[in-house]
Every structure is written in structure tokens, then in C-alpha cells.
């Protein structure tokens, strides 16, 4: 089992940057392919970003490629998100997956452990 632990949401202005961890449990975060997806309100939950393994394969939703960076560091069994030039838009609850694969994925079932979500709120 693998506990998933998100933090570093809040309310930051429109243009302004903020980062995403999540804090994975277990000693196989370093064979796990890793997301970040993305709810708004009233809406379906979205992909963000994905990462592989070793963090050498990166894949992103068109909406946030060239302003968000997806990265991991498996000796502290963290994965990031770092998001820049952020948009009211960009406004959702964001939560970190994790998948018993190696690779990076974009669909949400192929995800086998979820956190809880953490609020972004982007003010314009």
C-alpha cells in the first residue's frame, strides 16, 4: 500500500508561481510512474502532468506545457510540480497518483493510489 501526501497549494495572484509536493510511503516510489491531475469545480478531473521512474520521460497536458515542470527525487520519495505563470484557469483541487508501472501515463485509471488533493487558487 502506498500513501500519497500533497502540500504546497494555496492562493497566489494570477501570473505568479507556486510549487507541488507529494510525499509518497514504501520503499518502491522509485519504481512507480507518477501523475499530477487536476479538479475543478463542476468539472472532471483532468491530467497535468506525468513523470517515469527515473524522471527521464515527461509528459504534460497542452493547457500547462511551457509553464509547469513535473520533477521527482526518489531518495526523498517526492514528486513535484512546479507551476509558473499561473492563470485563474489553472484554479482546482490537484492531486498526485501514483501507478505499479514504470512509465509516465496520462490516463486517470491507470492510477493505483491517489492523495487527498491540494487547493490552488489562482485570483486574477
Known amino acids: 500500500q502506498v500513501q500519497l501526501v500533497e502540500s504546497g497549494g494555496g492562493l497566489v495572484q494570477a501570473g505568479g508561481s507556486l510549487r507541488l509536493s507529494c510525499a509518497a510511503s514504501?520503499?518502491?516510489?522509485?519504481?512507480?510512474?507518477m501523475g499530477w491531475f487536476r479538479q475543478a469545480p463542476g468539472k472532471e478531473r483532468e491530467f497535468v502532468a506525468a513523470?517515469?521512474?527515473?524522471?527521464?520521460?515527461?509528459v504534460y497536458a497542452a493547457s500547462v506545457k511551457g509553464r509547469f515542470t513535473i520533477s521527482r527525487d526518489n531518495a526523498k520519495n517526492t514528486v513535484y510540480l512546479q507551476m509558473n505563470s499561473l492563470k485563474p484557469e489553472d484554479t482546482a483541487v490537484y492531486f498526485c497518483?501514483?501507478?505499479?508501472?514504470?512509465?509516465?501515463?496520462?490516463?486517470?485509471?491507470?492510477?493505483?493510489?491517489w492523495g487527498q488533493g491540494t487547493q490552488v487558487t489562482v485570483s486574477s
Open positions: 497518483a501514483a501507478r505499479q508501472a514504470r512509465t509516465a501515463q496520462s490516463r486517470a485509471d491507470v492510477y493505483d493510489y
Open positions: 514504501g520503499r518502491t516510489f522509485s519504481s512507480y510512474g
Open positions: 513523470i517515469n521512474w527515473s524522471g527521464g520521460s515527461t
